[in-house]
């Protein structure tokens, strides 16, 4: 590549709270098997080996999580696992990881950055939208990954397609926030809007040259953190909260956007486990609609339920409705206070 060797950084700092009482603090979304045999994060970091040497992936986790991610990732360099004392969003985490890059890479790298959490149905499909990814990257646009939508989703924010650029990239003519149904049907109509997945693929050098000119004080403030792989609390609290999207992408001028050649979901919460189509457990239902039932090693059965999720772990169980599953954060956050035991 002519921008410089490519590297992967996996975010896997996330608390995956709308999992519980699956995923608790101790041993959040990215490090159960949810899906398959392998973790979450087994299967993101198994994806990027096809794209990149393994001392070319790196993990941005929580500081508690060291020995998870060394147990679960046992061929990743230690030097290569980033440790934050505490989440302060995704553009520190990123802006961390590109400067750990630009003193490796010092002749130039490209970076391609993926959260540790989603279901992606190709890996060929993936690997292939990568490229392509990268060329646009080469070319020096902040590249993202819009999924092709399948259904008016309200819990997704969206892109909107612009001009194109390349064979398989186009500009991105506008950022949208998740919409509220009427509006998702109406981009879904339209044809011109992705979902906006969370992955991206940029010129180390140019994230960091966005970063200091949009967000200031968070490179100044990641310039200082030095060379190590756990830094300070106090120093790292210091820098700003902020997503990626908002600080930079929806500022910059060379964003552009490469169409997914893959399937692709966040699996957010529990009904997404439905889409994916996994169950877990043995379970009998008798005249009812749509339903994700979780309880590997026990028996469930439902009878006249529908849009409802029924999970078992850790000796607690869940019962849900749909509509409901986005508040499961905010019940989260009371037990925290009232019963820390159980999260």
């Not at 060797?5 to 949810?34: C, D, H």
């Amino acid at each position: 590549m002519s921008g410089g060797e490519l590297y992967g950084l996996i975010m896997a700092g996330g608390r995956g709270t709308r999992f519980w009482p699956v995923s608790t603090r101790s041993n959040p979304k990215q490090f159960l098997n949810l899906l398959d045999d392998s973790t979450m994060l087994q299967m993101t970091a198994e994806r990027l080996r096809g794209l990149c040497p393994d001392d070319h992936v790196l993990v941005v986790t929580g500081s508690s999580y060291r020995k998870t991610v060394a147990a679960q990732l046992p061929w990743i360099p230690e030097e290569n696992v980033l440790l934050e004392p505490m989440g302060r969003n995704t553009a520190p985490c990123i802006a961390w990881g590109a400067q750990a890059l630009s003193r490796r890479a010092p002749d130039g790298a490209v970076m391609l950055v993926v959260p540790s959490d989603h279901s992606i149905d190709d890996k060929a499909g993936f690997e292939s939208t990568v490229r392509v990814a990268v060329n646009a990257a080469e070319k020096g646009y902040l590249t993202t990954i819009g999924v092709p939508p399948t259904r008016p989703a309200t819990g997704y924010g969206y892109l909107k397609r612009g001009k194109r650029i390349m064979d398989g990239a186009w500009k991105v003519a506008e950022f949208k926030e998740k919409p509220d149904l009427k509006t998702a049907r109406d981009y879904l109509d339209q044809g011109c809007y992705l979902w906006n997945a969370g992955m991206f693929v940029w010129k180390v050098e140019e994230i960091i040259g966005s970063m200091r000119s949009f967000l200031p004080d968070l490179a100044e403030g990641v310039a200082g953190l030095g060379e190590v792989t756990f830094p300070s609390a106090d120093r790292y609290r210091e820098l700003p909260s902020v997503s990626v999207d908002y600080g930079i992408m929806e500022k910059a001028s060379n964003v552009a956007m490469v169409e997914a050649l893959f399937g692709w979901d966040d699996v957010g919460d529990w009904p997404a486990m439905r889409r994916v189509g996994v169950r877990k457990g043995e379970v009998i239902l008798q005249d009812c609609g749509s339903c994700t039932v979780y309880g590997p090693g026990r028996l469930t059965v439902l009878l006249g339920m529908s849009d409802c999720s029924v999970v078992h772990s850790n000796g607690i169980t869940l019962v849900m409705s749909d509509e409901h599953a986005q508040d499961l954060k905010k019940l989260v956050a009371r037990l925290e206070k009232e019963r820390p035991d159980l999260v």
